[in-house]
């Protein structure tokens, strides 16, 4: 049975398979199997549905991606943003605002996004893709946040992900800072300065989450790690969200809101920066 699209243009449907474990999964356009007809009027804004495989919570509509920029720099000295940072810059003992991604994984690239565009976002040629439609307000405060902005990295994800999210390039990446800023503001963020230079576990960086937007927010919550000489570093954190993402509603609401995941990385330092 058909349930929902992820946007009016669907490029995947999601869909009920009596049997299947899990019931409910993200299937892509053509892949057919369905046994019945979509509900009336489907739409991007659909309910998501209670996902059985984990308990509590729908499967997620978005991802929050944040990193942690030591570690991303540590990999990339010759970005501009790398070349920037030292120990004094807000980026240096603060979360970075990689993304806001509608999901599933895969949905990208939607409203007015041709071939070209496209093409030059997967080679990486950001600077060659058109500035989003920002006021100076909205460029402030994603630069303050966002350090990839010196990079391109806003015109990228505006291309690969904010066209899927529905509205105009302001309400996208004010409604992503507005979240990365929570995270920052909470008790996560001062783990993670409090640390630096330390190893921490995927746990204690869960119970932070716990403790700045409620019980349960921290088992949504994936640690991401790399691998650095003969260790790991958390790389980024990827927060999943269901709700009204798209609206006001505080992060914690968000983060309850979907189902639980994977704690991915079970343990990794917290690198400072080399400059």
Known sequence: MLIAKNKPDATYYLVAIEGAEPRERWVEVGCGGTTDQPSPNPSADATPVQNPAATGGVTATHVL???????FCEDHEGKSECQRE???????THFSLHGLWPQPNGNFYCHGVDGALKEADKRNRWFELPEPDLDAATRDRL?????????GLER????KHGTCFGGEANAYFNRAAGLAEQVNASPARTLFANKIGQSVTSAEVRAAFDQGFGEGAGARVEVHCQNQGDGREISEIIISLAGDVRGSAPLGDLMRAAAPVDADCPSGLIAETSR
């Open 156 to 159: 990228h994800e505006w291309i």
């Open 86 to 92: 030292t120990e004094q810059t807000f980026d240096a």
């Open 65 to 71: 991606a944040i990193s942690w920029e030591p570690a």
């Open 143 to 151: 630069a303050a946040v966002m350090p990839g902005v010196l990079s």
